[in-house]
């Protein structure tokens, strides 16, 4: 079984999570840690949970949701996976820091592409893939039946939905992405979003004023 704990990081408040499997396994999820004092706070939630890291896999790459990629790759020799589709906004990501006043010295490779409907394993759970693009063009989900939750990123967010006036955002996108892959899950199916708190598919059906 896997659990997701979340923290938050950085000056955007950005959620960053950690999936954890019954063997101490785990991955990074959109790791966003700016700063030592973040790092350090990372690290001693590995060691005292004495946690196995095994990969980081990115819902995107805008640069909140990146800060911490490169830093845990070296630490732990792990690959880092993302959207092929996500690949431009990565490549932004130095101008993007400069434009938020950041310094970023390397901008981390992914490892290998994550691709829609190709499982996710980590031990023996599995996380399924959506890809959901609008708020980045590379924007993807991931969705774990077993524990009723879906980590989207910053495509849903409670009440509200991920901005699409970035480069390569696009609204119509961003309303069929969660019409089509997160609108069709369980009503009681915990969103796990990458700003604020989480909310349910439930809740945002009857409630979004973007989804109404
Ligand atoms: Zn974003």
Aim: proline share 6%; charged share 20%.
């Amino acid at each position: 079984m896997l659990s997701a704990q979340a923290f938050t990081f950085n000056f955007f408040s950005e959620n960053t999570y950690v999936i954890i499997n019954d063997k101490k396994q785990c991955w990074f999820v959109d790791p966003g840690m700016c700063d030592a004092e973040e790092n350090r706070a990372m690290n001693a939630f590995i060691q005292d949970k004495q946690l196995s890291p095994q990969g980081i896999i990115n819902t995107h790459a805008h640069i909140d949701h990146i800060l911490g990629v490169q830093e845990l790759k070296d630490k732990y020799k792990i690959p880092f996976g993302m959207h092929e589709t996500e690949l431009p906004v990565l490549n932004m990501a130095k101008a993007s820091a400069a434009m938020f006043g950041v310094n970023i010295t390397t901008v981390p490779a992914p490892t290998y592409f994550i691709k829609e409907g190709q499982p996710l394993k980590l031990g023996d759970d599995t996380l399924q893939v959506f890809y959901t693009p609008g708020h980045s063009p590379g924007s993807i989900s991931f969705y774990y039946p077993e524990g009723n939750w879906v980590l989207a990123g910053d495509v849903l967010f409670q009440g509200s939905i991920g901005r699409t006036d970035l480069p390569g955002g696009n609204f119509d996108t961003l309303i069929s992405s969660i019409r089509t892959h997160l609108f069709t899950l369980p009503d009681h199916t915990t969103v796990l979003s990458g700003h604020g708190e989480a909310t349910t598919i439930g809740e945002e059906k009857r409630y979004n004023p973007f989804l109404r």
